[in-house]
Each structure stands twice: as structure tokens, then as C-alpha cells.
């Protein structure tokens, strides 16, 4: 039987990324201290790798494709191919940045602040190749975690990543500029792209966590309405697509069901029953395919 090999990030993204499975349909079970996943796809052969290697190990054909990092292949330099864009991380549906931040007090207020400053982070290489094209001197240190606390002592400023930036500044640390924005990305070794079954298998993949993601955002709507209440309720009611209407037993009735944006939610529902909506459903979905 043919395999995928699949590379699965460790660490941060390791929990968001089997939630996010398990909505597209792939049911992973970690056992404590293995570093290989089951999965209920005998087709796929799946290991959990560091999203800060993972580009490395795609890119030499130790895996066919994984999940990683943007700023990770940019790191690495990996020459990968990129299936598809999955913007989600760990705590949020949200890209990641990578950013300047220095101590409240700093006197650093822009990028060109660092000429001759060190400079502690984990992204060294984009973060060199970042000054260097602006011309900007500094020491860029490699840190092996913690990076928050380096600053003052052990570094002027720091290049680490947020979401919310609230590490930062429980660390009393601000932002001075973000130097980039990371997407979450499925990537697959070139080879392995070339062949049609795995080709198949990681598009097939990647539509599922593709829907998963928009589903994560958006709840279904049912209702019943009375056909002269339709136009009411259809004027104040958004949509993916035109919602469905469906005639019922009762003449007099229809069936409206929709997909909308879970944030307009709570305000959408009271306006859909002074319109005339009644025995009105909200429920969840996994996966919205386009």
C-alpha cells in the first residue's frame, strides 16, 4: 500500500493542529513519549517534528509534506512546494508576527535604533538578511528560549514571535515594528509532489483543512418562516451563498437555512424574530467547502 508521509508539528502548533485534524476528518492519537501519531488513514504515515525543521526535512525527502511556519521556510531557505495557505495558530485563527520589541524604557523607537545593538531571537538568518537590506549593523544572537527576558542584560532588543503580544508585555516589553506576518503552511517535497497519487492525496488534504478552518468561524442557521414573512426575513439575513429555502408540510411555511459568520450571530438572531423567523436552530459545522 502506498504511504504519506506526514509531518506533523511538535510543540506549539501540536494541539491546534490535531483539533484541526479532527474537524477535517483525520482522527490523530498521540501516545505519551512517541514521536509517531496514529491516524486513522492507512494511507498516511505520520511523525511530529519541530515546525522550526520541518521545511528541512520535507525539502530532503524525509517526509512528502508536513506543516510549518512561513518564517520557518523563509529560515531554512527550503526549497518546498507550497500546497495550500492554513491560517490558524496556536491560541487563534489568526498569522502569527514576528516583531522588534525592547524594554518600556528603551531608547529604541524604529529599526534603524539597532545600528550596533545585539539582538537575541530564534529567526537569526531572516532576521540578518532583514538589516542587512536596510544597511543596519547589529549582532544577532541565537536564543534558545526564554527570549523575553534577555533584554537588558543579555540583549538591547529582541526579534520574537505573538499572536496577542501579551507575553510581551507581561515582560514589560514593547513593540517597535513587526518585521513579518506567518501563516501556517502544508508543504511537500517536490518529488513527491511530482507523483499523482500523493499529488492527490495532499490536494485532497488540504480542501478538508481548508474547509475546517472556514467552518471555524461559522455556524448554520435554521429556521421556519411564513412565506409572507419571507422577504422580511431574507432582507435582513447574510449568507455564504443565497440561503435554501424549502417549501414544508404546511403551505403557509418554508424552511430557510443558511451559513453565516458566528460573530453576527448574536445580534442577527433577535432581528430574525421580530422579522417573523420562528423555531430558530444554530448549530456547528466542521468543514465549509467551496
Given at each position: 500500500m502506498s504511504k504519506l508521509k506526514l509531518g506533523l508539528p511538535k510543540g506549539s502548533l501540536q494541539e491546534s493542529t490535531i483539533k484541526l485534524f479532527g474537524k477535517a476528518g483525520y482522527k490523530v492519537s498521540i501516545s505519551a513519549r512517541s514521536?509517531?501519531?496514529?491516524?486513522?488513514?492507512?494511507?498516511?504515515?505520520?511523525?511530529?517534528?519541530?515546525?522550526?525543521?520541518?521545511?528541512?526535512?520535507?525539502?530532503?525527502?524525509?517526509?512528502?509534506?508536513?506543516?510549518?511556519?512561513?518564517?520557518?521556510?523563509?529560515?531554512?531557505?527550503?526549497?518546498?512546494?507550497?500546497?495550500?495557505?492554513?491560517?490558524?495558530?496556536?491560541?487563534?485563527?489568526?498569522?502569527?508576527?514576528?516583531?522588534?520589541?525592547?524594554?518600556?524604557?528603551?531608547?529604541?523607537?524604529?529599526?534603524?535604533?539597532?545600528?550596533?545593538?545585539?539582538?537575541?531571537?530564534?529567526l537569526v538568518n531572516f532576521t540578518k538578511e532583514y538589516l542587512a537590506r536596510r544597511n543596519i549593523q547589529a549582532e544577532v544572537l541565537f536564543s534558545w528560549g526564554a527570549t523575553e527576558v534577555k533584554p537588558p542584560h543579555l540583549a538591547d532588543a529582541i526579534v520574537e514571535v505573538t499572536e496577542t503580544g501579551s507575553s510581551l508585555r507581561a515582560n514589560n516589553l514593547r513593540i517597535v515594528e513587526t518585521l513579518l506576518e506567518s501563516r501556517t503552511k502544508l508543504i511537500a517535497n517536490t518529488a513527491s509532489w511530482q507523483d499523482p497519487w500523493k499529488r492527490q492525496k495532499l490536494e485532497n488534504l488540504a480542501c478538508l483543512l481548508q474547509g475546517a478552518i472556514l467552518a471555524e468561524e461559522k455556524v448554520g442557521l435554521k429556521m421556519n418562516v411564513k412565506k409572507d414573512d419571507l422577504s422580511k426575513v431574507l432582507a435582513v439575513l447574510p449568507a455564504l451563498q443565497s440561503p435554501t429555502v424549502s417549501n414544508m408540510t404546511d403551505e403557509e411555511w418554508v424552511d430557510v437555512d443558511t451559513v453565516i459568520d458566528e460573530r453576527v450571530v448574536r445580534d442577527l438572531i433577535p432581528e430574525l424574530k421580530r422579522a417573523g423567523a420562528t423555531g430558530i436552530v444554530e448549530y456547528p459545522l466542521n468543514k465549509v467547502i467551496w
Open positions: 514521536y509517531y501519531p496514529r491516524i486513522n488513514d492507512p494511507e498516511m504515515e505520520a511523525m511530529l517534528v519541530r515546525a522550526q525543521e520541518m521545511a528541512v526535512y520535507v525539502q530532503n525527502g524525509a517526509l512528502d509534506a508536513g506543516l510549518t511556519g512561513l518564517d520557518w521556510i523563509m529560515e531554512q531557505k527550503a526549497e518546498v512546494v507550497e500546497v495550500a495557505e492554513l491560517t490558524y495558530s496556536k491560541v487563534s485563527m489568526r498569522p502569527v508576527r514576528w516583531v522588534v520589541a525592547v524594554p518600556e524604557d528603551s531608547d529604541i523607537r524604529s529599526v534603524a535604533d539597532l545600528q550596533g545593538k545585539r539582538i537575541s531571537t530564534e
